[in-house]
């Protein structure tokens, strides 16, 4: 049953970084300072000079998804310190999910940004560089059924369905032309479509990511040592597409196979959308304002205390 007066907050994942992101919260707001100093108390490294600066290594996946995550909490913490705003449903796309998880107090920042880190080292090195590859199929209401039989034999998968009119593949760079090719004869007058190839490294959420599952499996158990299941219920699973559990076991099962398998952030949004209409992202980029709108649901995007000011005027 949907509550008008709770409020729900989305992250965005990879893809969003840019430099300087969080620096305004970090010059204003002391707690998103203290944040950045304990991210880089736990890696070892000062996650605020590669946030803000132009180091080229933002961009690499293994600090790339560490330095999201510190954002995106150093942001919330921000926001709840100045403007009061406490969200009680959570939802994150793809490393977004971890973020989610931190910010209902499941999982600790210490522990996970440890963890996300080795998972984007994993997920560089699944595949040869050059070997994957991504791209965006961008129509009108896209049939998910005959899309997989339109590319049920090439080494590709749905890695994403991100609204009703964008999924993505993913899978060996060198299949997507060929998927290309195919999904342009069968939409031939018929429907407009846009294919765009992704500036990505590896194939995300793609069977080619199978093989570190049981190595990542491995990697949240001895990383992720307390966790606060209680609040689980609250956050959306990009593999179930539903709410987790309150287990353990069924949390962790859920990001291990996060991995290699489709983000259905369409149904991630319907189920927060159930919930409450006051949807708010939070983060450096605003890709999920979009897909929300798709699906009828209005979502504010706070990417900067800029935005941050106007969205909260007068409860600060």
Known sequence: MMNSDKIAVVFPGQGSQKPGMGKDFYQDIPVCRQTYEEAADALGWDVAA?????????????????????????MLRGLSERFGFAPSYFGGHSLGEFTALVAAGVFSLNETLKTVQARGKLMQEAVPVGVGGMAAIISEEIDIKKLRQLIFDLPVDIANINSVNQVVISGK?????????????????????????????????????????DIFDKVLLSKIKNIETKNAPNVTSNYTGSFHVDNVAQIRENLVRQLSNTVNWCENMCSLASQTANIFEVGPGRPLRDFFRTIGISCTSITGL???????????
């Open 50 to 74: 590669m946030c803000f600066g132009g180091d080229e290594n933002l961009h690499l996946t293994e600090y790339t998804q560490p330095c999201i995550v510190t954002t995106e909490i150093a």
């Open 173 to 213: 760079l060198s299949a997507l032309p060929e998927a290309e090719k195919r999904l342009t004869e069968a939409l031939t007058g018929q429907k407009p479509m846009r294919f765009v190839q992704l500036n990505v490294s590896a194939p995300f959420h793609s069977r080619f990511m199978q093989p570190i599952e």
């Open 306 to 316: 800029a935005a941050a000011q106007k969205s909260f005027a007068g409860r600060d």
